[in-house]
Structures are given as structure tokens and as C-alpha cells.
Nanobody
Framework: EVQLVESGGGLVQAGGSLRLSCAASGFTFDDYAIGWFRQAPGKEREGVSCISSSDGSTYYADSVKGRFTISSDNAKNTVYLQMNSLKPEDTAVYYC????????????????WGQGTQVTVSS
């Protein structure tokens, strides 16, 4: 059974930091790419960042470049999203997702999804 479990969300003031974790199981981690997506109320789901577990290639949305960092710990089958200099605009439910094929910031590529974790940034 494929499972993705997010954790690390919470409430933080603008300018603060959070680190999200995505723990994966039920598949060969190194064969997949992992993406982070977010959805705020009334808005479309958007891609935030993604990483290839095999070669470590990463991509970021322009809105988070320089502030967020994605990383992968293959020994733990876990992907992290370090979020610094948080802004109120970052408030959303954050999801991790996995794909065994093409990957990027388009959610349509992803086959498996976690349950989401809430990130709230106050001003």
C-alpha cells in the first residue's frame, strides 16, 4: 500500500520558518519523484517544489525561490520542505505527492497524495 504522510504544519508569524516532512512507504522510493503542492481557500492548487529521489534534481515555483528548500533523505524515505521567511500568502494546506513518471510542478503528473498539513502565516 502506497502511503504519503505529511507533518510539520502549524501557525507561524510572518518572517518565521517551518519544516514540513513527507514520509513515504509502499513503493521503491528511489524510483519516484516527490512534489509539494499547496491550496489556499478559493484558489487553485499550485505546485511549490519537487525533487527527483534518484538524481536529486529540484524545481521551485517563482513565488518561493530563495525562501523554500526541498531535500530528500533516501535512507528515511522522507522528503522535506524547509520554509523560511514565510509570508501570509504562503497560508494554505500543503500536500506531498509522488509520481513514478514525468514530474514537475503540474499536479496532473502525480499518482499518490498525502492527506495534507495546514500552514498558517499570520501578519
Amino acid at each position: 500500500e502506497v502511503q504519503l504522510v505529511e507533518s510539520g504544519g502549524g501557525l507561524v508569524q510572518a518572517g518565521g520558518s517551518l519544516r514540513l516532512s513527507c514520509a513515504a512507504s509502499g513503493f521503491t522510493f528511489d524510483d519516484y519523484a516527490i512534489g509539494w503542492f499547496r491550496q489556499a481557500p478559493g484558489k487553485e492548487r499550485e505546485g511549490v517544489s519537487c525533487i527527483s529521489s534518484s538524481d536529486g534534481s529540484t524545481y521551485y515555483a517563482d513565488s518561493v525561490k530563495g525562501r523554500f528548500t526541498i531535500s530528500s533523505d533516501n535512507a528515511k524515505n522522507t522528503v522535506y520542505l524547509q520554509m523560511n521567511s514565510l509570508k501570509p500568502e504562503d497560508t494554505a494546506v500543503y500536500y506531498c505527492a509522488a509520481t513514478g513518471g514525468y514530474y514537475g510542478l503540474d499536479s496532473g503528473w502525480y499518482d499518490y497524495w498525502g492527506q495534507g498539513t495546514q500552514v498558517t502565516v499570520s501578519s
